[in-house]
């Protein structure tokens, strides 16, 4: 698994598409909306937001994803960093916050290379 | 050279931004992009103002049209512009108008900007990593800023994050 993280805006989809060669097919898109992650797509972005629909639904993200690790072992996962704000007065948005971190770190553990993008630029720290 | 820096609140940009700006070619300009409107912004340029008494800088106020910065200026001094971001605000959010085609204006003007003045050290913040869903604007905003940052990068010759008052190198060398 290859891991690409970075706040908001910072061009962690382009920089998986040039240096994989990705075309729209390859990436699967999630949404709040999305329950179940395609994981046959090469590309899975923004983990985060389907993170943020688990957390809304009442289920727990980071043991669901667990049960997963297996199918992801050359998947190209992109999540958005969301970890340096204010603690969130919104409990919904603490709960988002606190998976999407546990879900990072997991995620971050078993890849074999973890990028994170700022302002357009690629910097490998794992 | 050009230097593009940025990073959280308080993590040191501005003073590494002087200190980087102080050992380029004579003479040395501040740029101030942000135009006060209250009290508070009044003591934050008077707070700028103290750190940088004594350092040689000619301060060149320009909230808007950043270009004209070079109207009394020589190009190859040194120029120092704190900040994009409220150079963005001024441009997005003009009195009692919204210009959302002012990002995309910026960034051409932020990238003449830095031709025309080799020595130039820019400020943006960085404000892409909190847990929070914003209304349509602010997104608009950060998705803007975020681009005039991404062309900045590109453009200058360093681009450097401050973290807790150190520096991450993330193109270029380390200026001093």
């Known amino acids: 698994?290859?891991?690409?993280?970075?706040?908001?805006?910072?061009?962690?989809?382009?920089?998986?598409?040039?240096?994989?060669?990705?075309?729209?097919?390859?990436?699967?898109?999630?949404?709040?909306?999305?329950?179940?992650?395609?994981?046959?797509?090469?590309?899975?972005?923004?983990?985060?937001?389907?993170?943020?629909?688990?957390?809304?639904?009442?289920?727990?993200?980071?043991?669901?994803?667990?049960?997963?690790?297996?199918?992801?072992?050359?998947?190209?996962?992109?999540?958005?960093?969301?970890?340096?704000?204010?603690?969130?007065?919104?409990?919904?948005?603490?709960?988002?916050?606190?998976?999407?971190?546990?879900?990072?770190a997991m995620l971050a553990d078993r890849a074999g290379e973890v990028w994170r993008l700022f302002c357009g630029l690629p910097q490998r720290i794992k | 050279m050009s230097v593009f820096i940025s990073g959280g609140c308080r993590n040191g940009k501005s003073t590494w931004a002087l200190r980087f700006a102080a050992a380029g070619p004579k003479p040395l300009y501040y740029v101030a992009t942000m135009i006060p409107r209250d009290g508070e912004d009044r003591a934050r340029v008077k707070r700028h103002q103290m750190e940088r008494a004594g350092m040689g800088f000619e301060t060149i106020e320009r909230g808007t049209d950043i270009l004209r910065a070079f109207d009394a200026a020589d190009p190859n001094g040194?120029?120092?512009?704190?900040?994009v971001t409220a150079l963005l605000a001024n441009g997005m959010f003009p009195p009692g108008g919204v210009d959302l085609d002012a990002p995309r204006k910026i960034a051409d003007e932020l990238e003449a900007f830095v031709r025309r003045a080799p020595n130039a050290v820019l400020v943006s913040d960085f404000i892409y990593s909190d847990a929070a869903l914003y209304d349509p604007m602010t997104e608009a905003y950060r998705a803007g800023l975020a681009m005039i940052d991404r062309r900045l990068a590109a453009a200058c010759d360093t681009v450097l994050e401050a973290v807790a008052g150190q520096i991450i190198v993330h193109k270029g060398e380390f200026p001093l």
């Open chain 1, 1 to 104: 698994m290859i891991l690409i993280i970075g706040g908001r805006y910072q061009g962690k989809l382009e920089y998986a598409k040039s240096r994989f060669g990705l075309s729209d097919e390859d990436i699967f898109t999630c949404d709040e909306a999305v329950d179940a992650i395609n994981f046959d797509r090469r590309c899975v972005a923004y983990i985060d937001r389907w993170v943020l629909g688990r957390v809304r639904a009442g289920e727990d993200p980071a043991a669901i994803l667990a049960a997963s690790l297996d199918r992801m072992a050359d998947a190209i996962v992109i999540c958005t960093d969301i970890s340096c704000g204010v603690v969130p007065a919104d409990a919904e948005m603490r709960a988002w916050r606190d998976a999407c971190g546990r879900v990072n």
């Open chain 2, 78 to 83: 040194t120029f120092l512009l704190d900040s």
